[in-house]
């Protein structure tokens, strides 16, 4: 069994200037907001870890994250499409089949 409930990571990869990444496209500012907001809702009391990740391989759809165990693939441009996969997903349980990929 899982130490956790939902463990979130975040692609915060860095590449070179051209290539396209999810830092590039705010990805490491989405997962601190993702970090703060959690931490405001009670979530990492409540068995929510959100860690920054290294490359998903998925730059082209970025800033991308992944939600285990359901191993939900989610996009997300600002911090409200971070907002509605904390509220729908991890308290509602319910995944955001707009964001997903």
Same mark, same amino acid.
């Given at each position: 069994? %899982? ?7 975040? $692609? $915060?990869? *860095? !590449?070179?200037?051209?290539?396209? $990444?999810?830092?590039? &496209? ?10 703060? &907001?959690?931490?405001? #809702?009670? #979530?990492?009391?409540?068995? /929510? !870890? ?5 490359? #998903?391989? !998925? ?12 191993? %939900? ?6 911090? %409200? ?5 904390? *509220? %729908?997903? #991890?308290?509602?349980?319910? /995944? /955001?089949? &707009?964001?997903?990929?």
């Amino acid at each position: 069994m %899982s130490h956790f409930k939902h463990h979130v990571f975040f $692609c $915060c990869n *860095q !590449r070179p200037e051209a290539e396209p $990444c999810c830092h590039a &496209r705010g990805g490491t500012e989405l997962f601190q907001y993702a970090k703060n &907001r959690a931490r405001e #809702l009670g #979530l990492d009391a409540a068995g /929510v !870890r959100i860690n920054k990740a290294g490359c #998903l391989g !998925r730059c082209d759809e970025g800033p991308v994250l992944v939600v285990y165990p359901e191993a %939900s693939w989610y996009t997300c441009i600002d911090a %409200s499409d971070v907002e509605e996969i904390l *509220q %729908s997903h #991890l308290l509602g349980g319910k /995944v /955001v089949e &707009r964001l997903r990929i």
